[in-house]
């Protein structure tokens, strides 16, 4: 039976491109088969921040950060929760790439001509103790560029090799199976959809033209997760969670369906943790959208007041940017999928960023003089800007009551009073005449603070929320917005997949998301945000390395 090629990778996202140009650095022959067209290449990640989880890099240490694998480690593995037998690989996983992060990570990335903003940003930042989750210090490093910055020098490399005929791509190619030929897994199989130059993220035909097969010695599956699919979301949810949300906005495109999983399962790979996920909840719908029911997250800083359907804040310490799903468990116990951000221009202006590199043209377009605007700007930034003018999940009003007869008519009930609303915001406010306080959430701004970066371009000066000097007000309602499966194929560190009978499937890789980003997940229960890239790169490298050296 002759051989198409050395290695198969399916999917042409950031964890298949990294495989695939490793296997062509080998001096193997590589196909990379997508469903998409070539405009999509890179995948999800294309349409990220770019932000990257990083230890004790030079970024850090100019800023007087200190940081060590030992304190990081520590991070991970309170965020993490490890709990069930199945995290045997995702812990070593955890383990290797946290030192990866710590060691060569940067180094091999800058060699190909990455580089970093540099200042670091904190996101998840806890607030329980020591040994919990969040990241004890700032570790998120943005990609100058952002997606497509982290992107860029794969797709180069993958070019070239292309071009040098070590690397095919086979795009509107979808695989509806997996090969065996006596216990080792060597092809796949499917269909050739028509083609379709749609705009990159928008959905494309699945008119059927033709079939194919292909035929190597391995084949990694590196399709990504299930965020564009809310029913498969919906099946998976955690009754940790508390019931699953009704309406739910999409981080990712359609095409991000987890089609390939259930193909991949059904051929024998065992499939673990895949109740672990990560959704965001502070999405707004977009106004221009992409994609279906297509969402964008806030980053915020620290100084939003939080409330949820019924007008009550987030308990401590379910603050902006502190524990992603303690807020999503809290929201979805109050019996509603939705809550509110209530703030000033002021905080708007320095606090507010929206995820996603077609939201942040100075950082994506790597200009610095438009970098530069966002501290000296009398606005927001103009992407933040249009979404206060255009998004309807935005309110602007010059008094609370106004604000609150608004938030009441959008969500369609009158369960916000203004009466309790003026109570809590006047209780917070009577907080900031001193630099300290008993209100969590003002000692945590003024930690924030403390630390230069936030202090520059992420933290506003405490003020009073209803202080007319620092309006007008502004409300945002914030959707449960789909993104990340934690959850995966369970793989050793060579990226091998482990079969339902507990052995390695030979022939059989996984990487990125369809991997949990590592050993089936090495996430575990919680992320601490930049590591959804680096998953990709680790895993992608780990797979092509071992799979091209495996190769004859």
Same mark, same amino acid.
């Given at each position: 039976m002759a051989e198409d090629a050395d290695v198969i990778v399916v999917g042409g996202g950031l964890a298949g491109l990294v495989a695939a140009t490793e296997i062509a650095d080998a001096g193997k022959?590589?196909?990379?088969?997508?469903? #998409?067209?070539?405009?999509?290449?890179?995948?999800? +990640? /294309?349409?990220?921040? *770019?932000?990257? /989880?990083?230890? $004790?890099? @030079? #970024?850090?240490?100019?800023?007087?950060?200190? $940081?060590? =694998? $030992?304190?990081a480690l520590q991070d991970w593995i309170g965020s993490a929760g490890f709990d069930r037998d199945e995290d045997l690989w995702p812990r070593r996983w955890a383990e290797a790439y946290v030192a990866f992060a710590a060691g060569e990570k940067r180094g091999w990335l800058r060699a190909m001509g990455h580089r970093i903003f540099p200042v670091v940003g904190w996101a998840e930042r806890g607030g329980y103790d020591a040994m919990s989750h969040g990241n004890s210090v700032p570790r998120f490093h943005v990609t100058w560029g952002t997606g497509p910055g982290i992107v860029e020098p794969f797709e180069r490399r993958a070019r070239e090799a292309r071009s040098n005929g070590r690397l095919t791509f086979k795009f509107r190619h979808r695989v509806d199976a997996l090969l065996t030929t006596n216990g080792t897994v060597d092809g796949v199989s499917g269909v050739i959809l028509e083609p379709d130059n749609v705009e990159r993220g928008k959905s494309s035909s699945r008119k059927i033209t033709g079939e194919f097969t292909l035929r190597a010695q391995a084949v990694i599956v590196a399709s990504g997760g299930i965020g564009g699919n809310h029913d498969l979301v919906r099946q998976n949810w955690p009754s940790r969670l508390g019931t699953a949300p009704e309406n739910m906005i999409s981080g990712v495109p359609e095409h991000v369906d987890g089609r390939m999983i259930g193909i991949t399962e059904a051929a024998g790979a065992r499939l673990i943790n895949r109740d672990r996920m990560w959704h965001y909840v502070e999405g707004i719908r977009n106004w221009s959208p992409i994609w279906p029911h297509h969402g964008i997250r806030i980053l915020p800083g620290p100084s939003s007041l939080w409330f949820d359907a019924a007008g009550r804040r987030l308990p401590s310490p379910l603050f902006p940017g502190s524990d992603t799903l303690g807020q999503l468990q809290y929201i979805m116990s109050t019996g509603h999928d939705y809550s509110w951000f209530v703030l000033t221009q002021s905080i708007i202006k320095k606090e507010f960023a929206l995820s996603g590199s077609e939201q942040n043209p100075d950082l994506t377009g790597k200009s610095w003089l438009m970098t530069a605007r966002r501290a000296t700007n009398k606005g927001a930034p103009a992407p933040v800007e249009a979404f206060k003018t255009h998004g309807v999940d935005f309110i602007v009003r010059d008094n609370l009551a106004d604000l609150a007869k608004a938030m009441n008519a959008l969500a369609g009930n009158d369960l916000l009073k203004t009466e309790d609303l003026k109570a809590q915001i006047e209780a917070r406010d009577r907080e900031i005449a001193n630099p300290y306080a008993k209100d969590t959430q003002v000692l945590n701004i003024h930690n924030a603070r403390r630390y230069i970066g936030d202090r520059l371009i992420r933290t506003v000066r405490p003020h009073r929320i209803l202080d007319p000097a620092h309006g007008p007000l502004i409300a945002v309602k914030l959707n449960i917005l789909t993104r990340k499966t934690l959850g995966g194929f369970e793989t $050793?560190?060579?990226?091998?997949? /482990?079969?339902?009978? *507990?052995?390695?499937? @030979?022939?059989? =890789? +996984?990487? *990125? #998301? +369809? +991997?949990? /980003?590592? *050993?089936g997940g090495m996430h575990g229960y919680r992320s601490l945000e930049g590591t959804f890239l680096g998953g990709c790169l680790f895993s992608g490298r780990n797979a092509g390395r071992a799979a091209a050296k495996a190769a004859s």
């Open positions: 022959r590589v196909i990379v088969v997508d469903q #998409e067209g070539e405009q999509s290449l890179g995948g999800q +990640a /294309f349409w990220s921040f *770019g932000g990257l /989880f990083l230890v $004790d890099s @030079p #970024e850090q240490r100019r800023l007087g950060i200190k $940081d060590s =694998y $030992d304190l $050793d560190l060579n990226s091998r997949v /482990f079969g339902q009978d *507990g052995k390695i499937m @030979p022939g059989l =890789y +996984a990487a *990125g #998301e +369809a +991997a949990g /980003f590592g *050993g």
